[in-house]
């Protein structure tokens, strides 16, 4: 049994905190905060329904939004960094099978992008349609950047440091639900022309744009997306927002090593990710550069997944 974390009471601590997701005590998913060395693991108190994933700082780190996924559909919450405060943002309901997916908060902390997921025609089939939205906090307006339908859904947007643009991510699907590809795709905020920078062969997921904008980040064959049943390798690359520069980071072999859920730290120097050894999930971190991939050790014994580190 993983050790329990403590639950936070307050923090006030200026110091820059990993947040991630992993199992609740009675079951589901809920989001932990921990120091950048692994001490002090600690279960954020969020008052919702359900299970509380897919967490992102606000550019201040003072709150997070996170997605809370109760039954078979998710809605997006905003909470103060200490847990406390929790409201629903964006409720999902109708035909929606899910308006939270990866929430990201935009640089000026005005506006975050969502995916909005349309239920499936089916029970067992993926959503059929898909679309990335931006809702203004001040407003509450929500407006729709890009959408697609099935077979190519739209996914895991993550904003430009101007906030003019979103790397989002398109997913390619056959008649029965098998994902066929991915790639990835540079989308103008204001008039949601997309321009692919990746193909759909090399099955890219999880973008993430660098803070001083010149990177972009993904993995391939996804930990999350495909499990262990991956038919390719699980890789981290980083390439240039104008699709040139391609960089291959780690060199794992189908069957190996797994990664997921790719985010830059607030430097720019190095990338946080879901890492997956023998079965065990971890932060990993690994130089933009490549080189070798340092773990963040715990005492926390359950899954590390969705790995940020807070600004400052």
């Not at 921990?34 to 550019?59: C, F, K, T, Y």
């Not at 990710?273 to 926390?300: D, E, K, L, N």
Request: hydrophobic fraction near 35%.
């Amino acid at each position: 049994m993983p050790r329990r974390a403590s639950s936070i009471t307050s923090r006030t601590a200026p110091e820059p905190h990993t947040q991630f997701q992993s199992l609740a005590a009675g079951g589901g998913d809920a989001l932990y905060t921990m120091r950048r060395d692994g001490s002090d693991v600690r279960q954020l108190p969020l008052d919702v329904a359900g299970s509380a994933i897919s967490p992102d700082w606000s550019p201040d780190g003072k709150r997070i939004v996170f997605a809370a996924e109760t039954g078979n559909t998710q809605s997006l919450w905003t909470a103060l960094a200490d847990g406390t405060g929790a409201k629903e943002l964006v409720h999902c309901g109708g035909g929606c099978l899910g308006a939270d997916d990866y929430p990201a908060w935009s640089p000026d902390g005005r506006s975050i992008a969502f995916t909005y997921l349309g239920a499936p025609e089916s029970p067992a089939g993926p959503p059929s349609r898909s679309a990335i939205r931006v809702i203004d906090l001040g407003s509450r307006k929500v407006r729709t950047v890009v959408h697609s339908s099935f077979p190519f859904l739209v996914d895991l947007a993550r904003w430009s440091p101007d906030g003019r643009r979103l790397v989002i991510e398109r997913d390619r699907f056959s008649s029965d639900g098998s994902e066929t590809g991915c790639r990835i795709e540079i989308v103008r905020v204001r008039d949601g022309h997309s321009r692919p920078i990746t193909s759909y062969a090399r099955f890219g997921f999880h973008p993430d744009w660098s803070a001083k904008g010149d990177l972009i980040t993904f993995d391939t064959y996804d930990l999350l997306a495909f499990g262990d049943d991956a038919p390719g390798p699980s890789n981290l690359f980083t390439i240039r927002p104008d699709g040139n520069g391609l960089r291959q980071l780690t060199h794992y072999q189908a069957g190996g090593n797994r990664v997921s859920a790719a985010t830059f730290t607030p430097d720019g120097a190095r990338i946080l990710f879901t890492y997956q050894t023998a079965g065990h999930r971890s932060a990993g971190s690994i130089a933009i550069t490549g080189g070798a991939v340092q773990t963040i050790p715990t005492s926390y014994g359950g899954p590390v997944t969705h790995p940020r580190l807070s600004p400052g």
